[in-house]
C-alpha cells in the first residue's frame, strides 16, 4: 500500500488501530486485501506515526494520524531522516 492510500484509509483512530493490528498480523491484511508489507508503526503521545520505506537508499515517508485535541497546541515534528511527514488530525 503506497503512502496515498494509507492516507485515504485512515478515516479515524479506530482504522489507524486496525492498520497497527494488520502490520503485526499478515493474515488479516490478507483478508481485508491490504499490503503492509513496507509499513511500520511507532505509538505515539494522541495517536501513531506510520513509516513507509520501501528501498533502504530512498528516505522514508511519513504519516501521522493523531487525535485533534481542542484548545491544545500540538507540535508534530518528522523523523530524522523522513523525506515526507503527511499529518491527519483526527477528529
Same mark, same amino acid.
Given at each position: /500500500?503506497? &503512502?496515498k492510500e494509507l492516507t485515504q484509509l485512515l478515516l479515524g483512530l479506530n482504522?489507524?488501530?486496525d492498520v497497527v493490528e494488520a502490520i503485526d498480523d499478515p493474515d488479516l491484511q490478507s483478508r481485508r486485501g491490504?499490503?503492509?508489507s513496507h509499513w511500520r508503526y511507532n505509538?505515539? &503521545?494522541w495517536g501513531v506515526r506510520f513509516?513507509?520505506?520501501e528501498r533502504a537508499d530512498v528516505p522514508p515517508v511519513e504519516v501521522l494520524a493523531l487525535v485533534r485535541l481542542e484548545g491544545r497546541g500540538t507540535r508534530v515534528e518528522a523523523g530524522e531522516q523522513a523525506?515526507?511527514?503527511t499529518v491527519l /488530525?483526527?477528529?
Open positions: /500500500m503506497a &503512502p482504522t489507524a488501530a491490504w499490503d503492509l505509538l505515539v &503521545p513509516t513507509y520505506q523525506a515526507l511527514s /488530525m483526527l477528529g
